[in-house]
């Protein structure tokens, strides 16, 4: 084992992004269809609440265009991104710039990346652990306390401080992990002998971590039995969650904070997982479904359907 390489940590942009920041520099950044309503030679130099903010801010609203008058007239925000009814039922403002989007939300997050985002750290911390034999992709950050085993990281990745990445662990690129997540311990496999102890099973796996994931802080990740655990490119998992060995998850899921995932779980791509829910080991759930806050999930759960409830129960339309 061998410590950091001590080199100075850097970020990525260190020169800094504008401060001023033009309507159509936004225009640009929301990568979507945005008329313009009001002065387009108007400039920002902050993100702020849509509640508190002042002429140099640019905020976003969202919500039903009932509220619209209310809420985007009383804003001071001089740059607004909202949908097309929204800005019908404000009617003309003189003293604000509407960006009109089919997604504020959206739009708005592009505008933050884009401006006003942190840069991106590199280099390795000088007290982080890493294996002689670890392969570490190029821009990658590692952080303090972290230790590397004999794994794979990828290009543009930021290794957050006391993450642990066990032997057999590969992680994609431009991935976040979290401070304090564990990817790659034991898996919980165990057998009850003839005299009633526990025996466990060796995980002899690793974990296949793919491009764009997020593992949040506290995460633990167990390593497959034989095979890989995998997690799918693009999907995001919040604090505190926990998967077990073996499970396969698909590309830009979302599995919110502290839900439970036993082992062997299938999950399809872009499912949602709401928080504190559970999963019982061996189920499958489809391509595009939603698990509800709170559920206890004991049986497959379809393709593109929303479950909930003690056990979990598919939702029933309304006709």
Request: charged share 20%; with cysteine.
């Amino acid at each position: 084992m061998q410590s950091g390489s001590g080199m100075n940590v850097r970020h990525e942009g260190e020169s800094g992004r504008p401060q001023v920041i033009t309507v159509l520099d936004m225009v640009e950044a929301v990568r979507m269809p945005c008329d313009i309503i009001g002065r387009s030679d108007r400039t920002v130099s902050r993100p702020a609440p849509i509640s508190d903010s002042a002429p140099e801010c640019v905020s976003f609203y969202s919500k039903s265009a009932e509220n619209a008058s209310c809420v985007i007239g009383a804003s001071r925000a001089g740059v607004i991104l909202c949908a097309p009814e929204s800005a019908v039922a404000v009617g003309a403002c003189d003293d604000r710039t509407m960006l009109l989007v089919s997604n504020p939300r959206l739009a708005f997050i592009r505008v933050m990346n884009a401006f006003f985002a942190p840069e991106k750290p590199v280099g390795i911390h000088p007290t982080a652990v890493i294996h002689p034999e670890a392969e570490l992709g190029e821009r990658v950050y590692i952080g303090p306390f972290c230790y590397i085993g004999k794994a794979s990281i990828g290009a543009d990745t930021v290794i957050d401080g006391h993450a642990y990445i066990y032997d057999g662990v590969r992680v994609g690129k431009r991935c976040v992990v979290q401070a304090n997540a564990v990817v790659g311990s034991k898996g919980f496999g165990l057998e009850r002998n003839e005299v009633g102890a526990f025996e466990a099973l060796p995980h002899l796996g690793g974990v296949d971590v793919g491009d764009d994931v997020l593992i949040s802080s506290g995460v633990v990740i167990a390593r497959g039995t034989f095979g890989d655990t995998v997690i799918g490119a693009g999907t995001k998992i919040d604090p505190l969650t926990q998967i077990s060995h073996n499970v396969v998850v698909g590309r830009d899921c979302g599995i919110c904070a502290s839900v439970v995932i036993a082992g062997s779980v299938e999950i399809g791509e872009r499912a949602w997982i709401s928080f504190c829910a559970s999963v019982r080991n061996g189920i499958s759930i489809g391509a595009g479904a939603t698990v509800g806050m709170g559920a206890v999930v004991t049986r497959d759960v379809p393709p593109g359907t929303t479950v909930y409830g003690v056990p979990a129960r598919e939702r029933q339309s309304v006709s």
